[in-house]
């Protein structure tokens, strides 16, 4: 049993494929990599408004393309978390592709704030998102708190960098309308899988949202995306409020990634089964010899 048992060892020390845990902060501030460029399905997933990654050219890290859904929007607006006044807003026309933004300088990284709006007499639709330019720059904590428009969902905090929301965590998110959180307001989670749920804000405005453990198995062509390790899925927030004669709803998205615990309980599994398999080779080393006895009376 030396052999088996060597085997056993060596599969012990391996690290379990597909592990890539980044510890959740608490604080508010935080990085994160881009949501994942979905695949075109014939069926929309939500019929909420969303901004959705285009497509970029190879080695523009100060850059990104961004293009709206759900969403009848001529131009898309970015916030910076640092830099000059007159960059700290910055619109950016809609083309064919998306709009082209770009971080507040070369230089300065960090999330910025991406809203697009459309606007009616009779309604108000938002779509948010955050995204992260690789280099260093501010923490979007004072970003988050300032005010971009009526209703609005905040996220408390962001991931931070490489990081991400993943299944079966709990995160935070603020809602307010006029800069004032709203209490006992509903919030709507889809996800691209089909999961729907609805939670509701606490007396601060502010709502603990549960992420699904609801991946599929990987290889399915289900809208997931491997980024530095991780599988993501999108997945949207939102919330509607009327006041004044007025439709509000807003809706915030990004990504969310599959529990690290599932490659590391398959391994696990794997694991114990060697182990029972090696536990009934003497088992099976034995039977030949009983079964050629002969017994006489």
């Known amino acids: ?102 971080a507040v300088t070369p230089k300065i990284g960090n999330y910025h704030w991406v809203i697009a709006r459309e606007e009616t007499p009779n309604e108000v639709r938002v779509a948010s998102t955050a995204w992260y330019f690789g280099n260093p720059g501010a923490s979007p904590k004072v970003l988050l708190q300032e005010t971009k428009h009526e209703l609005e969902i905040v996220p408390d905090p962001l991931p931070r960098e490489h990081a991400s929301y993943r299944e079966s965590e709990q995160w935070r998110f603020l809602v307010r309308f006029n800069g004032q959180p709203l209490a006992n307001q509903p919030l709507l989670l889809e996800t691209a899988f089909g999961t729907r749920s609805t939670v509701f804000t606490n007396t601060a405005g502010v709502a603990t949202v549960q992420f699904p453990r609801d991946f599929r198995p990987a290889g399915k062509r289900d809208g997931a995306h491997e980024d530095h390790g991780l599988r993501r899925a ?45 536990a009934a080779t003497p088992l099976l080393r034995r039977r030949p010899a009983n079964h050629g006895e002969t017994h006489h009376a």
Do not use: C
Not at 243 to 249: I, K, P, S, T
């Open 234 to 278: 999108p997945f949207v927030l939102s919330t509607v409020k009327e006041a004044d004669g007025r439709r509000y709803l807003t809706a915030f998205n990004l990504s969310y990634g599959e529990a690290s615990d599932r490659n590391r309980s398959l391994g696990w599994g794997a694991a114990f089964g060697l182990i029972g398999m090696l």
């Open 1 to 102: 049993m030396n052999l088996p048992i060597a085997l056993l060892f060596s599969f012990l020390a391996m690290p379990v494929l597909g592990q890539h845990d980044h510890a959740a902060e608490s604080t508010a501030a935080g990085n994160t990599a881009p949501a994942p460029t979905l695949r075109a399905t014939a069926q929309p997933w939500t019929q909420q408004p969303l901004l959705l990654p285009g497509r970029m050219a190879r080695g523009e890290r100060n850059t990104a393309v961004l293009r709206p859904q759900g969403i009848a929007a001529t131009s898309v607006t970015v916030y910076a978390p640092e830099g000059p006044p007159e960059r700290r807003k910055v619109d950016y026309p809609l083309g064919p592709e998306g709009a082209k933004i770009e």
